[in-house]
C-alpha cells in the first residue's frame, strides 16, 4: 500500500512553543484514519500543514506523495478540507457555494448539477434557498462537509468534523465516511473517542505535539490496554476487591456498582482460573463473571494521561 | 485559469449582492450629483445667508469649470478616503473570517486570490467613477448650459490613475495588517505623506504625488505641466505594489 500522507521529522513552532515536535506519519492510501488528541494538541496545526496553509519549521509532510508547498495547485486539486469551524460567503446560499467550490475545481455543467444536488441531499440542505449567513452551526457543518466532498476527493481531510453535529447529523457524517472506505482516503482529527472506535482502520495519538502511538485500533489495544475483567458477587465484594488485589495478574481493582469488581488484569487466562476459586473460598457466590479488551478511551487515557479532554 | 475566472466572478458577486454596490456608489453619486448644483447656486447660497453683511464684496459667477474642479476635489479628498476605509479588509476580512481557507484549499493560487481582487476592485472603481463623472458632466451641462467634456474627461481619468493606485496600496495593507482599521490607518498616512511630497516640485512632477494637483488644473482649465511622468510612475507603481501583495501573501500563514 501506498501512503497518502507522509510525514517525517514534521515540526512547527510558534517562538518557543512547539504545536508540533518531530511528527513521523504513515497514512495509509483508502485508509480511514482517525487523529486523536486531546485539545492544544496539535491537530489543527497538523492539517494545516497539510493543506498548505501554514509551513513546517522543520521535517517535511508529502500528500498524495507530492510535496505539499511544492506542488500547490496539484495537490490542492485532489484533496477535499473542512476546517474546525468552517467560514461561508454568508450572502450565499448553499447550492451558490458548491457551484462556486465546484467551480475552483474546474467542475462545470450537467457534472456539477447533478453533484451540488447529491451534496446537497447529503447535507440535508436541498430545497433550502436561505443564505448561509442564516443557519445554524449544524448546517453549516454540514455544507463544509459536502463542499469537501464538491471535487470527489482521493484524500478527504477533515477536521473535527461532527463537533457541531447533534446525534442524527453525527451518524450521518460518520455513515458517510464508512461509505467512502476503500475509495477515497479520509484523514479527520477529533476528540470523540467513539466516532474513532466506530469508523476508522488506523489510529494515531497526538499529545504535546507528538505522535503517542500509531496503529490499528485493535493492535493499540493491544499493545496498550491491558484486558479487563469484571465480575458480580452474591455479597462481600468489598473484601473481595482486597484479595485480588494482591495477585500478581491484578493491575488494578476497583468497586463498581451494584456488587461487581473491576479488575485491570496483565495475564486475563491466569485471571479466569484463579478468580472463580478466590470468590468460591470466601463463600460469595458469582453472578457473572467478563472478560474483555479495555476501550479506545481507556488507551487515550493511558497514553494522554490527566492531559485529555 | 478556471480558478481566476470563477473568484472573479464571486468578486462581481459579492460586489452586486452586499453592502459594497450601496457604499462607495452613494458616495461618489452624492458628490456627482450635489457638485454641479452647489457651484452653480453657491452665489446665491452665501448671498442669502450673509445678507447684507457681504457689503461690496461681489462673489464671481461661477462657470462650469467650478462644477468640474468641485467633483475632483471631493473625488482627491472624501472619496479616497471612503476607498482607503472600505479597502483596508480587501484581503484580511477573509483571512480572518476564515473564507479565505476554504477558497485556498481548493485549486485557486494565492496569487489569483490577491491579483484578482485588486484588479475587480479597481475595474468597480473606473466603473463607479465612469457612471458619476457623466452625472456630473450632464449637471453641468443642465445647470450652466454649455459643459465642454475634454477638462473633465482629463482630469477623472488622471485621478483614476490615483485612484487605482490606492487600491493597489490598500491591497498591499491588508496582506500586511490583518486589521483592517490599521490597513486603512497606513492608509491615510501614506495619503497625508503624498500630499506633502506634491509640495515639493520634481516629485510633483515625476511621481504619483502630483496626481491631485494635476487633476485639478486639468478640471480647471489651467496651464499644468505634461500629467505623463507621474500617470507612468502611478502605473508601474501600482503594479509592483499588486504584485508585491501576492508575493507577501504567498508567504503568509493562515
Known sequence: ?309 | MSGYRIFARKELSEIVRTWRIWVLPAIILFFAISGPLLARFTPEIVGALAGSQLGQIELPTPTYFDAYTGWIKNLSQITLFALIIIYGGIVSAETKSGTAILVLTKPVSRRAFVIVKAVIHSLFLTILLVLGTLVTWALTAVTFGEAPGGALWSAALVWLVYGVLFMALMTLFSVLISSAAGAAGAGIGAYVLLSIASIWKPLSEYTPAGLPGQAASLAAHATTPSSLWPIVTSIALSIALAALAALLFRRKEL
Open chain 1, 1 to 309: 500500500m501506498t501512503a497518502a500522507i507522509r510525514a517525517v521529522g514534521l515540526t512547527k513552532s510558534y517562538g518557543k512553543k512547539h504545536a508540533l515536535d518531530g511528527v513521523h506519519l504513515s497514512v495509509e492510501e483508502g485508509s480511514i484514519f482517525g487523529f486523536l488528541g486531546p485539545n492544544g494538541a496539535g491537530k489543527t496545526t497538523m492539517l494545516r500543514l497539510m493543506t498548505g496553509l501554514a509551513r513546517p519549521t522543520a521535517g517535511s509532510i508529502e500528500v498524495l506523495g507530492r510535496d505539499v508547498a511544492e506542488a500547490g495547485n496539484a495537490v490542492r486539486a485532489e484533496i477535499g478540507f473542512l476546517p474546525d469551524v468552517p467560514a461561508f460567503y454568508e450572502w450565499m446560499t448553499a447550492e451558490h457555494f458548491l457551484r462556486f467550490a465546484g467551480g475552483l475545481f474546474g467542475l462545470s455543467g450537467s457534472l456539477l448539477t447533478e453533484r451540488t444536488g447529491m451534496l446537497l441531499d447529503l447535507a440535508g440542505l436541498n430545497g433550502v434557498t436561505t443564505k448561509i449567513g442564516g443557519y445554524s452551526r449544524g448546517m453549516k457543518q454540514r455544507l463544509g462537509v459536502a463542499q469537501a466532498l464538491i471535487n470527489a476527493p482521493r484524500l478527504l481531510l477533515l477536521d473535527e468534523p461532527t463537533s457541531a453535529l447533534d446525534p442524527m447529523g453525527r451518524k450521518d457524517v460518520l455513515d458517510m465516511i464508512v461509505s467512502l472506505r476503500g475509495r477515497t482516503t479520509v484523514f479527520f482529527s477529533t476528540h470523540i473517542l467513539g466516532d474513532v472506535e466506530r469508523v476508522c482502520d488506523s489510529v494515531a495519538i497526538l499529545d504535546h505535539g507528538r505522535v503517542a502511538a500509531q496503529a490499528s485500533i485493535t493492535e493499540l489495544k493491544q499493545r496498550y490496554g491491558k484486558q479487563k475483567v469484571v465480575i458480580e458477587v452474591t455479597d462481600g465484594a468489598d473484601a473481595l476487591v482486597a484479595t485480588i488485589a494482591d495477585r500478581a495478574w491484578a493491575a488494578s481493582v476497583a468497586r463498581a456498582p451494584h456488587g461487581s469488581i473491576e479488575i485491570t488484569v496483565t495475564d486475563v487466562a491466569a485471571a479466569q482460573r484463579e478468580i472463580p476459586a478466590l470468590v468460591s473460598a470466601r463463600g460469595l457466590g458469582l453472578v457473572r463473571m467478563d472478560a474483555g479488551e479495555l476501550g479506545l478511551e481507556e488507551v487515550f487515557v493511558e497514553l494522554v494521561g490527566g492531559g485529555a479532554s
